[in-house]
């Protein structure tokens, strides 16, 4: 299974920037997906997650509302759309799968970072006052 993210950069405050994690090896019509970020000094965070059937998303308090985790089976991607952003959204964002098939869980397991077993390298994004 591979995960490469993409989309990343460098913008101003207000902002929008669209990441995208292409998945080979893996279908995510079937799996979980979601987005963790980074940022330096601190520990990798849930930012967002789609259930397999794409049917229910979830996401952190801090982005609820600007951000908007999406997928498009027959391209095999998942988007994150990142609106509004902050200089506090500056992280390195990551893509991760779970490996598990048509598995739905409680609302709190989609932002642990145990769920997921596939990762992708990563994408910098980096938001400027």
């Known amino acids: 299974v591979q995960l490469q993210a993409s989309g990343g950069g460098q913008v101003q405050a207000g902002d929008s920037l669209r990441l995208a994690c292409a998945a080979s090896?893996?279908?995510?019509?079937?799996?979980?997906m979601g987005w963790f970020r980074q940022a330096p000094g601190k520990e990798r965070e849930f930012v967002a997650a789609?259930?397999?059937?794409?049917?229910?998303?979830y996401y952190a308090d801090s982005v609820k509302g600007r951000f908007t985790i999406s997928k498009d089976s027959a391209k095999n991607t998942v988007y994150l759309q990142m609106n509004t952003l902050k200089p506090e959204d500056t992280a390195v964002y990551y893509c991760?799968?779970?490996?598990?098939?048509?598995?739905?869980?409680?609302?709190?397991?989609?932002?642990?970072?145990?769920?997921?077993?596939?990762w992708g390298q990563g994408t910098q994004v980096t938001v400027s006052s």
């Open positions: 991760a799968a779970d490996e598990r098939r048509r598995t739905t869980y409680t609302e709190g397991a989609y932002k642990g970072r145990w769920l997921y077993d596939h």
């Open positions: 090896g893996l279908a995510i019509s079937s799996n979980v």
């Open positions: 789609i259930s397999w059937s794409g049917g229910s998303t």
